[in-house]
């Protein structure tokens, strides 16, 4: 079975500056999806980025951006410039390709506090 | 377009009581997931929804879970009778027949039993 990893449970960032989550994974399969979601408090979770395991090139959003090694089995995220409005949790998720049912496996949340 | 939405937002139960929660997930998408977070553990998956019919249902918790989604639109997910390692927050979410990965949830409901 695939688990996920964040061993990050809180992380701080100045205002504008840069951080970085986190995450790793395990799996016997060559082509899934992974993915970072963001849950605002109170507020549903939304996709900040995705990325495809066969595709070797990170994805980048905006200011959001990974590095995936899919060697080390590691997709950390990097935000950019970092913003009040990105103080959230953040979850790492891992879907397989194989099955059409998609579900996702989640790590445990990163809590990202911006301090202005 | 509206996104997923989850009724109730927060849930107060005595142990033993009986809690529905639903889930209208947006219009369109055949596909619904439920997810459960337990005590800040991980979100972890429940079941799988296409149209009416149950996909993957290997990870309700036990039969005191019963979910149904009748006509294939809104789902509802009962704890009967609920115990207290059942708080903790139910997601929804959905996605269309396009296979992209993503998922959109709602906000949550979250269940408190004491």
């Known amino acids: 079975a695939q688990t996920v990893t964040q061993s990050q449970p809180e992380m701080s960032v100045q205002e504008a500056e840069t951080v970085t989550l986190s995450c790793t994974y395990d799996t016997s399969e060559s082509d899934y999806y992974l993915f970072w979601y963001k849950q605002p408090p109170s507020r549903q979770m939304i996709l900040v980025i995705r990325?495809?395991?066969?595709?070797?090139q990170n994805a980048t959003e905006n200011r959001f951006s990974v590095n995936f090694q899919k060697a080390a089995k590691s997709f950390s995220l990097k935000i950019s410039d970092s913003q009040l409005g990105d103080a959230a949790m953040y979850f790492c998720a891992y879907s397989t390709l194989k099955a059409a049912g998609n579900k996702l496996t989640f790590g445990g949340g990163t809590r990202v506090l911006v301090k202005p | 377009e509206a996104g997923v939405t989850q009724f109730p937002s927060h849930s107060v139960i005595e142990k033993g009581q009986t809690v529905t929660l639903r889930c209208d997930p947006i219009s369109g998408h055949d596909n619904l997931y439920w997810y459960r977070r337990v005590m800040g553990k991980e979100i972890k998956f429940l079941l799988h929804?296409?149209?009416?019919?149950?996909?993957?249902e290997s990870g309700m918790p036990n039969n005191r879970f019963l979910a149904e989604r009748t006509g294939g639109t809104y789902s509802t997910l009962k704890v009967q009778p609920a115990e207290l390692e059942d708080s903790g927050v139910y997601f929804c979410?959905?996605?269309?027949?396009?296979?992209?990965?993503?998922?959109?949830f709602g906000e949550g409901s979250r269940l408190t039993v004491l």
């Open positions: 979410a959905s996605r269309g027949l396009m296979n992209t990965g993503e998922l959109f």
């Open positions: 990325q495809e395991a066969y595709k070797q």
């Open positions: 929804f296409v149209k009416e019919s149950k996909q993957d």
